[in-house]
Nanobody, 122 residues
Framework: QVQLVESGGGLVQAGGSLRLSCAAS????????MAWYRQAPGKQRELVAS???????SYADSVKGRFTISRENAKNTVHLQMNSLKPEDTAVYFC????????????????WGQGTQVTVSS
């Protein structure tokens, strides 16, 4: 069972920056895709950014050019650098892991963190 703990959320003014981190524990193997999702009040949870274990990343159109996802495989950690924040980025941000590789064998599961609040004031 992989546990995820997010940190780094908070309150920031529009145009500011925040860096979210997520540490995964409970796995001695190679985590597969790691991602950040967010959920604003009254809205569905949406994918913000994801990164493969090889470092290939993808982003939602709404954050392209402003957010950067990165990971440290040796530490089972994923980060989300958020720049030029906008009020519409306000949401609870969740870390997600999609399976792991034990050698060349893929073990499917999905783990979620508890979420961290990001509030951007105008």
């Amino acid at each position: 069972q992989v546990q995820l703990v997010e940190s780094g959320g908070g309150l920031v003014q529009a145009g500011g920056s925040l860096r979210l981190s997520c540490a995964a524990s409970g796995s001695a193997f190679s985590l597969n895709v790691m991602a950040w999702y967010r959920q604003a009040p009254g809205k569905q949870r949406e994918l913000v950014a994801s990164i493969t274990r090889g470092g290939r990343s993808s982003y939602a159109d709404s954050v392209k050019g402003r957010f950067t996802i990165s990971r440290e495989n040796a530490k089972n950690t994923v980060h989300l650098q958020m720049n030029s924040l906008k009020p519409e980025d306000t949401a609870v941000y969740f870390c997600n892991v999609d399976g792991e590789f034990i050698g060349s064998v893929y073990s499917a599961f999905t783990s979620w963190g508890q979420g961290t609040q990001v509030t951007v004031s105008s």
